[in-house]
């Protein structure tokens, strides 16, 4: 992909699946690894593969959707909010933590 477009300088992942989850349930655990996987290991990935590139690039920027359900989370949903709680995180402090001062701004972003 940077190959093709070696003009590239912004990584937007907006990775999410929502499926209604009851703890206690026996299907939950399948629920909570599918939303797992995709909504946090989905930018994790995205990032991982990008980002070395991306570093080298004058004002180059990392952007995640998150959800206002990371900060007020529903009870329906409680693997969603969790990982959309973790992107932010993993967004905010790890990743801009990592590139330190390295021309590569990386931020976390909620829809209204």
């Known amino acids: 992909m940077t190959a093709k477009h070696p003009e590239l300088n912004v990584l937007v992942t907006m990775s999410g699946i929502m499926l209604p989850e ?3 349930d026996p299907g939950s655990l399948e629920i ?3 939303t797992v996987e995709t909504n946090l290991l989905g930018t994790i990935r995205l990032v991982d593969a990008f980002a ?3 570093v ?3 004002e180059a920027a990392i952007l995640t959707v ?3 359900l990371a900060y007020v989370p529903m009870a ?3 693997t969603y909010s969790a990982t959309k709680a973790a ?3 993993y967004t905010e402090r790890a990743c801009a933590s990592n590139f330190g ?3 590569c701004r990386s931020s976390s972003s909620r829809p209204r």
Do not use: D, M, N, Y
Request: hydrophobic letters at 30%; proline letters at 12%; a positive charge.
């Open 22 to 24: 009851k703890v206690l």
């Open 76 to 78: 329906i949903t409680p």
């Open 101 to 103: 001062r390295r021309r």
């Open 87 to 89: 992107v932010h995180s």
């Open 32 to 34: 909570a690894e599918r």
């Open 66 to 68: 998150t959800s206002g």
């Open 52 to 54: 070395p590139f991306l």
């Open 56 to 58: 080298t690039r004058p």
